[in-house]
């Protein structure tokens, strides 16, 4: 199974900051990436597809880039909404999700 | 509006059987792949199967620490897909989301996911 390793694990920021959460995957998956954004006691909201692709109503200031092994996203001006937990996921060989990024208040 | 709505959750003992329900609505069901994600207290999510439309074929997959134990089916003419888990363990315990892909961006074997249900929990404990 492709595994998909996250770093890091957790951090903290302040509204305004640019941060930068990577992916990583054991072995090629092309841009069968997606990331999602998850909230306490919520379920999980699509963000990014196909790598970069941002789905729709999500805001212009997440953006995702990558392919073949490595994945970033990035968040260019950090709201008060957005500290959350987030996931990457790779399709391209069934799936495997991330370990999780807890994105905290600093 | 896509709506998935998980039932069947609970407590059972390790060795057990439970079975959960997913019924869907505001889409052409028959036409969706479909999945069931995990996500143990605390932790993070796992993906546990898949099963793909009968015109693509209606196959299933699923995640190494299920295979063999969960079954995942489909009632067409009932919008409603199903998660049959035996032989349940401890490390089993996790909500359970119902979730499906708009198929716009999918491989061969999985998608993106689009819609998510609210998860129902499956607690397993003696």
């Known amino acids: 199974a492709i595994r998909m390793t996250q770093s890091p694990s957790s951090f903290s920021a302040s509204t305004g900051d640019r941060v930068t959460i990577t992916c990583r995957a054991s072995?090629?998956?092309?841009?069968?990436l997606a990331w999602y954004q998850q909230k306490p006691g919520k379920a999980p909201k699509l963000l990014i597809y196909?790598?970069?692709t941002l789905q729709s109503g999500v805001p212009s200031r997440f953006s995702g880039s990558g392919s073949g092994t490595d994945f970033t996203l990035t968040i260019s001006c950090l709201q008060s909404e957005d500290f959350a937990t987030y996931y990457c996921?790779?399709?391209?060989?069934?799936?495997?999700f991330g370990q999780g990024t807890k994105l905290e208040i600093k | 509006e896509v709506q998935l709505v998980e039932s069947g959750g609970g407590l059972v003992k390790p060795g057990g059987s439970l079975r959960l329900s997913c019924a869907a609505s505001?889409?052409?069901?028959?036409?969706?792949?479909m999945s069931w994600v995990r996500q143990a207290p605390g932790k993070g999510l796992e993906w546990v199967g898949r099963?793909?439309?009968?015109?693509?074929?209606?196959?299933?997959d699923y995640a190494a620490p299920v295979k063999g134990r969960f079954t995942i089916s489909r009632d067409d003419s009932k919008n409603t897909l199903y998660l049959q888990m035996n032989s349940l363990k401890t490390e089993d315990t996790a909500v359970y989301y119902c979730?499906?892909?708009?198929?716009?961006?999918?491989?061969?074997?999985?998608?993106?996911?689009?819609?998510w249900g609210q998860g129902t929990l499956v607690t397993v404990s003696s």
């Open positions: 979730t499906t892909s708009r198929g716009s961006d999918c491989s061969s074997t999985s998608c993106s996911v689009d819609y």
């Open positions: 996921q790779q399709y391209y060989s069934y799936s495997t």
């Open positions: 196909a790598a970069s």
């Open positions: 099963i793909k439309s009968k015109t693509d074929g209606g196959t299933t």
């Open positions: 072995q090629g998956i092309s841009s069968y």
């Open positions: 505001g889409f052409t069901f028959s036409n969706a792949w």
